[in-house]
């Protein structure tokens, strides 16, 4: 991917001789070699930096004779002068070739984030325009599609739902202007002159279409037939009770959208203008029903994981600023009760046994984790024969897998790996569950008992995968359906106090994760989703 760096080469080399150079003298050919020029080429630049008194240059007269540079003036502030030619071109990608740049000195970084900072306030201020980095990559924008919580982030954001929720969990209208119950029919009254993001008016056939794709998912089993009444007017007959129905069309899932010409559309506060592997940028929508979105622009750049150390924006120096944090998901040991090497509870207590004694020390002083592990058995069995276990680990729990198979191994254990990238995680959610055990993480910011229960009951989910035919579970969804919002967290504690009992799940930790720009952020919204709402970000500009 070409940057700003590999345009100008005049900047590039001049960072490069100073990086790699500084105050030490040098071999002339063993220079060239380290920038990769010839040693024509690199006299070509050194002589060009003398001309703009940048530097004195002394060449080295004979074999072991060294070279000396005497740079001129602030180099660093002409580096950063030069710099600020190309700002308003200047993506998250260049930034992140500049912060990586090979022997970087810590006062040039400095000043590179000063820059950077400064860059990103001034689009704020003046463009409405926010750059926001990303970690992982957008997998797909259409709703009834989407089992990743980083697409789902983003479609909170393009999409609506007939019925949206608040924290407390009560029930507002959205595209629904309002509903009536009566018997075994649910209907929903739409708003008028809502327009998707290509100009299309939203009607009842719109939202039959997007809902009718779900009604063979578990949760939606009792919606026996969704039909249209009127363009503005639509029924939902149900064969059963269920007393959720409402709160399920708050779901992502439930988003309701339009496909034409194979590009997606929502009806959101932002519609999508740019959208490619590396970048994708929003817009604000100016014929959106609601509030239209404070900022023009959010450009969403994916970088890779790890590189977000400089990405802070800190304008602020109020020390009283509080710091935000959200709880987004547990990591746990699933076991699988369909594969035979864990198919009784004496087998899967054996193992929950060796995680709770050997991972018990390896996490429980990380404090960003709050730890589950609970008290072990402290004598435990080595079998007698050695019994292979497939396990199905995230790449990024590496760490976490290496303590794992080691302890395994000391009890008769052959443990044999499959990693997943989270593509490959999401291309096998369809699938049935192939391993011995599993090591799960669910990334969400929902909080509500209704989703927490919702997650557990998706077709896509590995505790669903592995109990969808075990008589308690099935209990537990049966009176999930008849059930009130205000009895959900104590079927919801039941069902995870059986999980664990039972040895099908074994928590070990919750993630702590810090909110992305929340320093600065006035107003920041969660959505019902526990996504970011975008559209109400603003910044205080007396402040910046």
């Not at 939902?236 to 496909?259: G, N, P, R």
């Amino acid at each position: 991917m070409s940057t700003f760096l590999s345009k100008d080469k005049t900047l590039f080399y001049l960072l490069s001789l100073y990086c790699h150079q500084k105050g030490n003298d040098f071999h002339h050919q063993q220079l060239a070699s380290i920038l990769k020029l010839s040693p024509k080429q690199l006299n070509r630049y050194l002589k060009l930096f003398q001309q703009h008194n940048w530097l004195i240059y002394n060449a080295g007269n004979g074999r072991g004779h060294l070279s000396k540079i005497q740079w001129q003036e602030d180099i660093e502030q002409i580096i950063v002068d030069q710099l600020k030619s190309h700002l308003t071109t200047m993506t998250l990608m260049d930034w992140e070739e500049l912060f990586a740049f090979p022997n970087l000195t810590d006062s040039l970084a400095v000043k590179f984030k000063h820059l950077y900072q400064q860059n990103i306030k001034n689009n704020i201020l003046y463009n409405e325009h926010l750059i926001v980095p990303i970690y992982h990559p957008i997998h797909t924008l259409q709703p009834n599609q989407v089992n990743d919580v980083y697409s789902a982030a983003l479609i909170s954001n393009l999409t609506n739902r007939l019925v949206e929720a608040d924290e407390n969990g009560n029930l507002l209208p959205s595209l629904a202007h309002h509903w009536q119950v009566n018997g075994e029919t649910l209907r929903l009254y739409l708003r008028k002159n809502v327009a998707f993001h290509n100009g299309d008016l939203l009607t009842a056939h719109d939202v039959a279409w997007c809902l009718r794709q779900l009604l063979h998912l578990p949760l939606w089993q009792p919606i026996r037939e969704i039909i249209i009444v009127d363009m503005w007017t639509i029924d939902f007959i149900f064969s059963e009770s269920c007393t959720y129905a409402l709160h399920l069309l708050t779901d992502i899932q439930a988003s309701i959208f339009k496909i034409v010409d194979n590009v997606v559309f929502g009806t959101g506060s932002f519609a999508v203008s740019k959208h490619t592997s590396h970048q994708i940028v929003l817009e604000a929508f100016d014929n959106y029903f609601g509030m239209r979105a404070l900022l023009h622009t959010v450009e969403l750049n994916i970088l890779p994981k790890g590189s977000n150390s400089f990405y802070q924006t800190n304008f602020s120096n109020d020390n009283n600023r509080k710091k935000m944090n959200i709880q987004n998901g547990i990591c746990a040991v699933i076991l699988n009760k369909n594969k035979e090497s864990c198919s009784t509870k004496a087998q899967r207590q054996h193992i929950k046994n060796i995680i709770h004694k050997h991972l018990y020390t390896a996490i429980e002083n990380d404090f960003a984790l709050q730890n589950h592990l609970r008290n072990f058995s402290k004598t435990i069995s080595t079998l007698c024969k050695k019994e292979v276990l497939k396990i199905g680990v995230p790449k990024e729990k590496l760490n976490l897998i290496q303590h794992l198979v080691s302890s395994l191994a000391k009890y008769g254990y052959h443990p044999q790996i499959e990693t997943l990238t989270l593509s490959n995680y999401i291309k096998d959610s369809p699938q049935p569950l192939k391993y011995d055990a599993f090591i799960y993480t669910n990334v969400t910011t929902v909080n509500s008992t209704f989703h927490k229960l919702h997650d557990l009951f998706s077709p896509v989910s590995p505790i669903y995968k592995v109990c969808k035919e075990d008589a308690y579970f099935i209990n537990i969804f049966e009176k999930f359906k008849l059930a009130t919002m205000a009895e959900l967290p104590s079927l919801f504690d039941s069902l995870n106090r059986y999980l664990i009992e039972e040895a099908i799940l074994i928590p070990l930790f919750t993630h702590l994760d810090d909110i992305p720009f929340a320093h600065d952020i006035l107003e920041l919204n969660f959505n019902h989703l526990g996504h970011i709402d975008l559209s109400t970000i603003w910044y205080d500009k007396e402040e910046l």
